[in-house]
């Protein structure tokens, strides 16, 4: 639909009985208040004057053309913006509608201008988000208007057929040389930043090798060999409703022979229990959790969120390990064998939050 076919749409929605009349003043003023917002300036009050008391209506009529090639103009230098908020972002590799949804989001908040401007030449660096710790202080400097930022912030759901996690968008479109990463076989990630793949996460996670991950049931975890010898040995009824690690910790067992059930679990990972407390369930699931995970982050980096955007980029094992000693990073104990990862603040469970087009800007 054109410009005008849409300014005369909205006139004659205003007006109470739908009809537009430029000879009646009442509806004339209607017709201002339209477009003095597309125009993007502020309409001399002269011109709400000529349009009112000008009874000529072949001058009412020049005075609206004349409107109406300036609104033309700059809806013309408007799609030009578009086109290369567009171009970037499917440089970027995000899909049309995603991208088209991000230009009507930016058009909504009258961010057009400023965006296409930033996409020119950002100014967030990797490096600053190392040295940040919430999404919305690391994107404070960018020059757009706060509703677009956190509306881009807070992206999350189904796009088309682009399922975006809270932060993820933002992260693509305001990091410097940033760009969705595309998966492959050998190599998973939402994110290429420089030369990192990031990968985000947002709520309990699985960090382990895809050997590893096996969503058995307890029962055939320990249906066989050394882990059916030790249930059967203490006795422990593995139907129970409990996790399988508070159940073999509870029993008081000898070091040598959790060591052995875990050899069989996970074979072929180095899990270090020297140390650790075999009695205590926590210490054993973390044990195995920064086992899974050392071998898991060997070629990426991790970009844990939460609800409160606040967040933790964790670009090796040395910085993983220290938040889980702070507690910033805690294991969930899990069925099957692996401990599930979540960062203070995010929620127990995923969000299934769905995303649409018609979403307004708060």
């Known amino acids: 639909m054109k410009v005008i076919d849409n300014i005369l749409l909205e006139w004659s929605y205003r007006c109470p009985d739908g009809i537009v009349d430029m000879n009646d003043s009442n509806k004339v003023k209607i017709l201002f208040e339209i477009l003095k917002p597309l125009l993007k300036e502020d309409i001399d009050d002269d011109i709400l004057n000529v349009l009112t008391n000008i009874d000529d209506v072949d001058t009412k009529d020049k005075v609206l053309k004349y409107l109406q090639n300036i609104n033309k103009k700059e809806d013309k230098v408007e799609d030009k913006i578009e086109e290369n908020i567009i171009k970037k972002l499917e ?3 995000l899909t049309d509608s995603l991208a088209d ?51 881009i912030i807070n992206l ?34 939402d994110i290429k930043v420089e ?62 022979e959790i060591k052995d059930i875990l050899k069989e679990l996970y074979p072929g990972l180095s899990i270090d229990i020297s140390n650790v407390d075999v009695s205590k369930n926590e210490e054993l699931n973390n044990a195995i959790g920064l086992a899974l995970a050392k071998d898991y982050l060997s070629n990426k980096d991790l970009l844990f969120i939460n609800e409160q955007n606040e967040y933790i980029c964790v670009e090796n094992y040395d910085i993983f390990e220290k938040a889980v000693a702070n507690k910033s990073i805690k294991f969930n104990l899990a069925s099957d064998v692996i401990p599930r990862t979540l960062y203070k603040g995010q929620p127990e469970t995923p969000s299934n939050n769905e995303l649409t087009e018609d979403e307004e800007l708060q």
């Open 91 to 93: 440089a970027k590799n």
């Open 101 to 151: 949804l991000v230009v009507l989001y930016a058009n909504r908040s009258n961010d057009l201008k400023a965006l296409s401007d930033y996409l020119n030449k950002p100014t967030v660096t990797y490096s600053n988000l190392l040295n940040n710790d919430n999404l919305s202080s690391l994107f404070a400097p960018v020059e757009l208007s706060d509703a677009f930022k956190n509306k």
């Open 156 to 189: 999350s759901g189904a796009v088309g057929n682009v399922t975006l996690g809270k932060g993820e968008i933002a992260l693509i479109i305001f990091l410097k040389d940033a760009e969705k990463y595309k998966s492959g076989k050998e190599s998973k990630g």
């Open 195 to 256: 030369n990192h793949v990031l990968e985000v996460k947002r709520g309990p996670s699985i960090l382990a090798s895809a050997g590893y991950i096996k969503r058995a049931t307890k029962s055939n975890l320990f249906n066989s060999g050394k882990p059916k010898e030790f249930v059967e040995k203490y006795n422990i009824d593995i139907a129970e409703r409990k996790n399988w690690v508070a159940q073999i910790t509870e029993v008081n067992p000898e070091k040598s």
